[in-house]
């Protein structure tokens, strides 16, 4: 008995097409693995370290009945729980693909570059979206909104609430996703050093907020960030959707400027009245900033992002423009070689490059 043959939608097991067509059956029997393990007494221990927030603090707090709360601060497990929702950011990632962002690339018949950037700003709107929506009611529940000066003053300045330390392992794990990521959405190897750049500013920026207890600071400058990137996020999707929609987006360069300067400047002033505080005498590695290192530190980190984002995105956007502009001259010119081939009305017979005429068939 001859064996089958293997065709494109059967890939050889382990191959590079199987590992992109089955990577997120992989990962979710990874992730059950972890999920399964609580059910057996020797293994919950560790499936716990897994599944749930680690390093938290029993401290006594005012106005609630049980007259304490749980505060956490980061440390070594807070790794296995990042990599654990790494895991659920890849599944999701890929049920979006599949459901979502697929079928609207097979609808609008776009060509494999705009297919494979249409992806990239589909997957970043609905992150975007999402983590805008739960950024701002862990704001409002935290009544940073309402009192602003919770962004430099907190106490205990070295712990943080559940709903805080989620947010941010859960922003960690999506950045992290993206590395095997660019496997899996086969990225073209000249873009890969572009996105490992801009992944990499994410996670030094979050994790540095993180690390050093700036968490509200942290939090509302991601909300400004995401709401500029949402912007463009969305004006790719109308782009490569229907390009009659570019005349509607002129918007859309003052609000990414007026978005990046209002950034800069809550972290200039947030950072600097944080830094003129009473207590100057503080230790980084506790979790006070209040030196002037992390001050040179937070500062420059802030400015260069801003720098580096806005230098990126205003690259693309003019390509877009320089691709527009080269599509109406070749469209002007081939409308003037039209008419160069009639005379008042008339084909003119004597060109050199006018179509040869038909031989009748005889009856």
Known sequence: MGLRKKNARNPPVLSHEFMVQNHADMVSCVGMFFVLGLMFEGTAEMSIVFLT???????????????????????????????????????????????????????LQLTKGKQNKLNEAG???????????????????????????LLWKSQPH????????????????YWFHSFPELYFQKV???????????IGLHLFHIG????????HLGLLLLMLHYAVELLSSVCSLLYFGDERYQKGLSLWPIVFISGRLVTLIVSVVTVGLHLAGTNRNGNALSGNVNVLAAKIAVLSSSCSIQVYITWTLT????????????????????????????????ENPNRIDSPPKKKEKAP
């Not at 938290?56 to 296995?80: N, Q």
């Not at 540095?208 to 968490?215: R, T």
């Open 158 to 173: 070295n712990m943080m609430t559940f709903q805080m330390k989620f947010f941010y392992i859960s922003q960690l794990a």
């Open 315 to 346: 690259t693309v956007w003019l390509q877009r423009w320089l691709e527009d502009a080269n599509l109406h001259v070749c469209g002007r010119k081939r409308r003037s070689r039209s008419r160069k081939g009639t005379e008042n009305g008339v």
């Open 53 to 107: 927030l680690q390093h938290g603090v029993v401290v006594p707090a005012e106005g609630l009945p049980s007259g304490s709360r749980t505060l956490y601060h980061y440390g070594v497990k807070d790794l296995a729980t990042v990599f654990f929702y790494m895991l659920v950011a890849i599944i999701i990632h890929a049920t979006i693909q599949e459901y979502v962002l697929d079928k609207l690339s097979r609808r």
């Open 208 to 215: 540095g907020a993180y690390l050093l207890y700036l968490n």
């Open 188 to 198: 073209r190897k000249q873009d890969i050093p572009g996105q490992l750049i801009y």
């Open 123 to 149: 997957q970043l709107s609905v992150f975007y979206i999402v983590s805008g929506i739960w950024g701002m009611i862990i704001l409002a529940s935290e009544n940073c909104l309402s009192d602003p000066t």
